[in-house]
Every structure is written in C-alpha cells, then in structure tokens.
C-alpha cells in the first residue's frame, strides 16, 4: 500500500478539517478530539506546576512565588475559556407573527451626521413593520432634519443625565411596542434584522436576543491587518463566535448594547436600564436573569458598524468596557449572586478576568527585565528536566487554545492584542473600588491619528526588554560572570525579546491605522460598471474600491477613441444597477489593473440611488464570501487534516469568484454575476452567483472584464449548490443562488 494510499486510509478515520467549513468543528469526532487535548492538558499542566513548587529559588523567595502565581493565571484564564466555550448552541426560531408591536431605537450623541444617518437609513428599510426612533442626546438641528429626511420618531433631551442609559430609559417612556431593536449610532441593520430574531420571542422566557457584532471597516486596529487581506478576524471574534455562542449553551449570553432585540415587558420589570455603571447592556443582562429570564444568541451577523480606528479610540472603547464590567462585578456581588445558575454566576464574572489578568500580564513583561538586569531566577533546575516538564505543557497549551478557539481565536495573536490591551486592564480593575467615571462615546471617525501617550506602556516594554537583553550581551562580550545558568539566560533572553516583538507589532498597528485618509470607508467590492459610450463599444470595468462618494476603477480608463470622457457610469448591483452621472475630466489607461486609476466621484443627483449604494455597501456582508473574505484561520488539527487529505501544507482551495455581466436575451437588461472555474474545491465544476431566480437549463450570454472585454460566452445554468462557500447565508439577504453552469457554443439556445 502507497503512503498516499495510507495517509487517504487514516484520514478516512479522523474527523473531519473544517477549514471551508467551520461548523464541523461542532461534530462529535471534534469534540471527542476536544476532550482528548483537554485530558493531556491538564495532566501536563497538573504535573509541570506541582513540579514547579519544587524548584523555587530559595535567594529569592518572594520573586519565586510572584511568577509562579502569574503562571497559574495562565491556566484559570484557559480552562475559562474551555468551559464558557465547551459547547456553541445554535437555534432556529419559528418564523415570527406579522402582527408585533416593534420599536427600533437608535442612539445618538456627537457622532457624525453622515454615519448616523446611514444608520437611520437602514433602520428604517428594515422589512418587518415597526417604529423608528431618532434618539438624539446632542440634541442637533442636522439630526431633526435626518428623522424629517425619512419619516422617522425624533426624540432629544436637553441633558445628558446617565448618558446612554438615560436616553433609552428616556425613550421606553414614549415607546410602546412590545419589542426594542436597539442600535447604536454607526450599525446599519440588514434588512431582514427583525424577520430573524422576533421568533425567539416565541419562548416567553427570552428577555433578549444578541448578535455578533460585526464591522464594515476591515481594516481598523482591531482587525489588525489591512483591507486586503482575506481574513478578516478581530480581538473579539472569538468572543463573538465561540464564548457567547457558549454562553448561550448555559443560558448566560450577554447583552452586548446593539445589535439586539429586547422584550419591553422585561425591561420594565428590573426598571429600565440601569444608571449606575457605564455598561448599561451587561448589566442590564445580569439583572434580567436574576429575575428568572433568560437570553438567546443568534450567531449571524445582521448588524454592521464601524470598529475604532485609531489606537486610543480601540483602547478607550476597552478601557469603558472594563471598568463598566469591574463596576458590575462589583455592584451584583459576581459571581455568587441569587437568582443566578452558577454556571452564568461563572459566565458573568468571567467578563471581568480579561481584564483582572492585565496584572499576570505585567509580571510576565517585567519578570524577563528584572531576571537579566538582577540575576535573580525564580527556579533552580537543570536544563533537562525543565524541558521535560514545561515543553509538553507549552504544547498542549497551544493546542488546546487553539482548537477550542474554533479558528476564531489564535495563541499568538491573542498575546499580540493582550499587550495592546495591558495598560487599560490595569486601569480599569481600579474600578473594583467606587469612583465616578464619564461615559466615553467610542469615535466613529474612519481616519487615524496616533496619540503617542496611548502608547506608553508599549514603548517601556520594549525599551527595557531590549536593554535587559543588552545588559545580558554587553556583560557576554566582557567576558563578565554572569549570575544564571546559561540555559535560564538563553531562555529569558528569548522571552523578553518576545516580548519586545508583541510591543513592536502593537506600535506598528498604531502607525499603519493613522494613515487612514479615507473619511468615507473604500469597501473592495468586486463589483462592476459601464461607461456611458461616448465613442465605440461599451465593456464592464471592474471596480477596485467604492464608497458612496467615489470609486477606484481597476486597469482600464473612461476615455473612448476619440479622446472625449465619459460623464455617466452605469453601476451594476446584486439584482439592480444605478446609472450615475460623475465628477470627473479625463481618466488614462492604468497598467497596473488597481493602483494608478484617479478616483471616479459621484455627482448625485438624487438621494435615492445614493441610498440603494448606501445600504448595499454597508447593510450587509454579501461581498465578503464572493471577494474570498474568512473570519477563521485554521487549527493545527486541520492543517494535519488537510495534509492527509490534499498531501499539502496549503490546504484545500477557496474558490475565487471574478465579477461579470449576463443577460437572458439581447434585449434585456445586463445584470452582475459572478463566476469561478470550481465550486466547494472541485476542479473542474464551474459555477456562478445570480440575484435572481432562474429557470434549470436557461442560458445566459456572459461578458467580463479585463483581457476577455469584448468576448460573450454563453453558459446553460445547472442544479443549485449548497454549502459552496463558507458563508453561504451572507448572500441570502441579497437573493444571491449559487448553481452549477455548463459552456454552450456560440448559437446555443
């Protein structure tokens, strides 16, 4: 038997990769994979630390002690994650009854007026019937004129008492559906945000129903990377995707403030939302299920925002997110509370240990520094036997991490983001003593800027770990003695350079944000457009970036042959095009096909089309699977998976999808498509993505930019296909249906 033949038999017998797919990670044989890792851990965690209490330095026992309880940390803060995180529960609700009395709030207090009317847009473009509120706490003409603009409830104060939690406590007193949507000011809701909620409510012990909260801006400090890249994970993608789906599994999801939908009644029987702490939704949560209610979670994101840009509005947004937390604990007596499980007694306070864990953190940052600088170790062993007992627990660590991560959460990365964090969590567990603190609107802005103060705690770390290994090499090259066993040298030389590297990368995230020019978010939507024909043939551009102000085309000019510039584009969308007159003089061919093409402004003519743009960019995410966007990485489970089953490192292929225009017959309208030479992986199996509903066996006359401009290819549509992207869902909301197409010669029919 071949090795290939052996690995293909073996695979045969494993569970199953969930790269393409990531609810696999859900299925017994991931579980059973999930209980094994979780045994080997804690006899490797169980056995290094009861080796560890032998082998204190006995010169220094209080240093000793101080970093073996930082290492315990370590493991209280993972075995949290592995039981919040131990199942993801997953609903279906009924349908809803047509006939609910809903209100949809949006808050509001100095963002811009262009974000929260995007948002009052979307809101009010929600399909299922309800009443649109305008909750104005800036109590701004400009925002009056929006809720006159759409029809909308407008409601301002005149003070800004208890902030946030004083303006919907203000609105529940003018309200009366029996349902609030809430959003805040910058997440435009998709259109079908009640339609798939409300039918939780069916049970009348639900109190709540939280989505993910998700953002449109994928390059923000907390996504980490910029636009292109094709995984768009977050900080708290993990949070959103595995703890709150495990939080629902104990009955213990939180309320994250947006992006949810509350029972009126509930509300009013714990009096409204509470005042006292500066997280009025997570509180307003633990106090809902100490009175016996209980929440749902609904894992799709349905709800998009704007993620903090620069540096200081990421860190002040965690930073009143912690101290709100500490506040909680601390006024709820969490975890051991009445009218909690302990399980959501757990849950709840567990929210808080982020941030209580910024000490263990500043111990294992300090520890590197005063070891090199004071030749002071915190144990006594030989080489050999530490390796022998802390290598497999380091691995087993990493394991475990990352497959009850479920590829939303990474070990490295997590330590990345805890360093960017530190300095806030330190803050902020001040809380656990009373103080009053102010509420802090997280900024909305799209351009970065760096406020270097934000950075200090960065900058110390990695200027003393870099001394402190300097110390260490300057005193080698002198020949001096050094007062550590070589290998504890080496290896605590190691760590606070890896620490210095997590405090670069945090500082290089900050610079790469505050270059951010765009005030209107550049989306890389592969869509299409057409050039009004001022001369020759008409054929479709591709679109680099577009916001609702302009467009970057890709590798091709508006000017016709005889020199004179378009004034008009036609602009193709999933199941619609707008026609666009633009701003713009003369545009030259670009050889680079994305970079060199000046931008395409639109000049509106009216808001009606500006706002089908608005809702198609920003209320939805039916782009990201079609562009190839994946909000998971893989585990190191599936990447040994994908060997046995492909026999390389890569992994199995995403399909690429590339924009294109088809029509039935000559005389219809073109609409957008998108095609690729393989569907689910499978070479071979061409398909494409229409925003309509099409007879088996219609053939379509397809054209497509770049190279092949010009050409029609004709193509007969075959079955649907299931599952053939990640995230399928995501194009449901814009009608998208993915078949099987076969090419036809020219003249078929």
Not at 452 to 459: D, I, K, R, S
Request: charged share 20%.
């Amino acid at each position: 038997m071949g090795i290939r033949t052996a690995l293909q038999s073996l695979a045969a017998r494993l569970p199953q990769s969930a790269t393409l797919d990531n609810s696999r990670h859900d299925t017994p044989g991931r579980h059973r994979l999930r209980v094994g890792l979780l045994v080997l851990y804690v006899f490797a965690a169980s056995a290094y630390f009861i080796w560890r209490l032998t082998v204190f330095n006995p010169e220094a026992p209080v240093f000793s002690a101080v970093f073996y309880v930082a290492e315990l940390v370590t493991i209280v803060i993972g075995m949290t994650l592995i039981a919040v995180g131990w199942r993801r529960k997953r609903s279906v609700p009924p349908a809803p009854p047509r006939n609910l009395a809903v209100d949809v709030f949006v808050t509001a207090y100095n963002e811009p007026v262009s974000v929260i009317r995007r948002t009052v847009l979307a809101a009010i473009n929600i399909e299922y019937p309800h009443v649109t509120w305008l909750l104005d706490d800036g109590n701004r003409t400009e925002l009056k004129a929006v809720a006159q603009e759409f029809g909308c409830r407008y409601l301002a104060r005149e003070h800004n008492l208890h902030a946030k939690a004083g303006n919907l406590n203000n609105a529940l007193r003018h309200a009366s559906g029996a349902f609030v949507a809430m959003f805040d000011a910058d997440h435009a809701a998709q259109r079908d945000f009640l339609d798939k909620l409300l039918g939780y409510f069916a049970d009348s012990r639900i109190a709540f129903v939280q989505t993910p909260q998700d953002f449109y801006n994928l390059d923000s400090y907390q996504h980490g990377r910029g636009k292109r890249s094709k995984n768009i994970s977050h900080d708290i993608s993990q949070f959103h995707y595995v703890g709150q789906p495990g939080r629902y599994h104990w009955n213990a999801a939180t309320f994250c403030g947006s992006s949810a939908v509350v029972r009126r009644s509930a509300l009013d029987d714990i009096g409204g939302f509470p005042t006292e702490t500066v997280t009025e939704d997570m509180h307003a949560a633990v106090r809902l299920q100490k009175a016996g209610y209980s929440s749902a979670y609904h894992s799709e994101p349905l709800a998009f925002g704007i993620a903090p840009v620069g540096f200081a509005g990421y860190l002040r947004q965690r930073l009143r997110w912690g101290e709100g937390n500490m506040d909680v604990v601390r006024i709820e007596h969490l975890p051991l509370v009445p009218g909690l499980t302990p399980a959501q007694g757990y849950c709840y306070s567990a929210l808080s240990w982020l941030y209580i864990s910024a000490w263990q953190r500043l111990a294992f940052y300090l520890a590197p520094v005063v070891l090199l600088l004071f030749q002071i170790s915190p144990i006594v062993a030989d080489f050999e036997v530490f390796l022998a007992f802390f290598a497999p627990h380091l691995l087993l660590t990493v394991l475990t991490f990352e497959e009850f991560g479920r590829g939303y959460g990474r070990f490295f990365r997590s330590d990345v983001f805890g360093m960017a964090q530190f300095g806030a969590g330190l803050f902020a567990t001040t809380s656990l003593v009373p103080r009053s603190k102010p509420f802090r609107v997280t900024p909305k802005l799209l351009t970065g800027r760096i406020e270097w103060l934000f950075l200090m705690p960065q900058f110390l770390v990695l200027g003393a770990s870099t001394c402190a290994v300097g110390y260490l090499v300057w005193l080698w090259l002198r020949g001096a003695s050094i007062g550590l066993m070589p290998w504890i040298a080496i290896f605590v030389a190691a760590l606070a350079m890896l620490n210095a590297l997590y405090a670069a990368l945090v500082i290089g995230n900050a610079v790469r944000v505050a270059r951010l020019s765009d005030k209107e978010y550049m989306h890389p939507a592969p869509l299409l457009f057409e050039a009004e024909p001022v001369s020759g043939s008409v054929t479709p551009i591709a679109v680099h970036e577009i916001s609702v102000e302009k467009l970057t085309p890709r590798g091709q000019g508006l000017t016709g042959s005889d020199g004179k510039c378009a004034s008009t584009i036609r602009l193709y969308l999933p199941g619609t095009s707008l026609d666009i007159p633009i701003q713009f003089v003369h545009l030259e061919n670009s050889c680079d096909g994305a970079h060199g093409s000046p931008d395409i402004w639109f000049d509106w003519r009216n808001s009606h089309d500006r706002n089908r743009l608005d809702l198609c960019l920003h209320a939805g995410r039916w782009y990201r699977p079609v562009y190839g966007y994946h909000e998971t990485s893989r585990t190191p489970y599936d990447v040994f998976r994908d060997v046995l089953d492909t026999g390389s490192l890569r992994g199995p292929e995403r399909p690429g999808w590339r924009p294109a225009l088809y029509s039935r017959r000559s005389t219809d309208k073109k609409k957008l498509c998108y095609l690729t030479d393989r569907i689910g992986g499978r070479h071979g199996t061409a398909g494409i993505i229409i925003f309509e509903k099409l007879p088996l066996g219609s053939i379509l006359s397809v054209s497509e930019p770049g190279p092949a401009a010009g050409t029609v290819r004709r193509y007969r549509i075959g079955e649907m296909c299931l599952r053939a992207v990640q995230d399928q869902i995501a194009l449901d909301s814009v009608g998208g249906k993915i078949h099987e197409i076969s090419r036809q010669p020219c003249g078929a029919s």
